[in-house]
């Protein structure tokens, strides 16, 4: 099944490190719903640090700026099932299956205990990994929709995360790059986080530091990290 591999376009895939230790940053696209099949991973953000290991599921929530640490554990490589929820899917379930926003969510990643659905869910995905060809879209439908029915029986709040097809909107850049400068994103996505385009990006962040994001966001060739260039008292924007 081509979800072995990393894809820009792959719904549900198989994530496998084979290397001793990977890292990167990012953020994603899309929410996406993970369970951790061995290895270790450990997500580092402005505000909290989480480590998952072996049969840990969780929800990583869109447009969240992480550093990712994937290594072995056990003698085992870092192996992960990680189903996308893209905003067609999402609109297609909750067109069938109303849901709505009762208060705001707080995109912070989600946990979730054992359950005997998750266990079977996952359980059943795991075989079609050996597939050579793509999964049947009819199947990936079947199962993006299952696994949104297991979340919503098991986590009442879930609908005020999927429910919620915005694009991030303009915040306080200022407070925003103090706090996650050090991360190795593109001025394109720093922009795209902060509600902005490129153009009003570059001239916000003028404003608020009297200096251009250049040196700060290009990201880093050489594996060094850059010296932080935010004035203690940046001015709100």
């Given at each position: 099944m081509s979800g072995q591999q990393k894809?820009?376009?792959?719904?549900?895939?198989?994530?496998?490190?084979?290397d001793s230790y990977y890292k990167e940053e990012m953020a994603l696209e899309f929410h996406s719903f993970a369970r951790?099949?061995?290895?270790?991973?450990?997500?580092?953000?402005?505000?909290?640090t989480y480590t998952f290991t072996a049969g840990d599921t969780l929800i990583f929530p869109a447009n969240q700026l992480s550093t990712l640490i994937k290594s072995p554990k056990d003698g085992l490589p870092y192996k992960?099932?990680?189903?996308?929820?893209t905003p067609e899917r999402l609109k297609a379930f909750y067109t069938k299956n109303p849901g709505k926003r009762t208060a705001p969510h707080t995109h912070k990643i989600k946990t979730f205990a054992k359950h005997p659905m998750l266990e079977s869910f996952?359980?059943?995905?795991?075989?079609?990994?050996?597939?050579?060809s793509?999964?049947?879209e009819k199947?990936?439908?079947?199962?993006?929709?299952e696994a949104l029915t297991i979340l919503r029986t098991i986590d009442k709040d879930i609908d005020q995360l999927m429910v919620d097809f915005s694009e991030p909107h303009k915040i306080n850049l200022a407070a925003f790059m103090e706090k996650n400068y050090m991360h190795n994103l593109?001025?394109?996505k720093f922009g795209h986080l902060t509600g902005r385009s490129?153009?009003?990006f570059k001239r916000d962040f003028k404003k608020s530091f009297n200096t251009t994001p250049k040196k700060m966001v290009t990201p880093k060739k050489t594996g060094a990290c850059p010296l932080p260039i935010i004035p203690k008292k940046a001015k709100p924007n």
């Open positions: 894809s820009e376009y792959a719904e549900i895939l198989l994530s496998c490190i084979e951790v099949v061995s290895g270790e991973m450990k997500v580092i953000q402005a505000d909290n992960a099932v990680v189903i996308f929820f996952f359980a059943s995905l795991i075989p079609y990994f050996d597939l050579e793509e999964l049947p199947i990936m439908a079947i199962k993006i929709e593109t001025m394109e490129l153009t009003t």
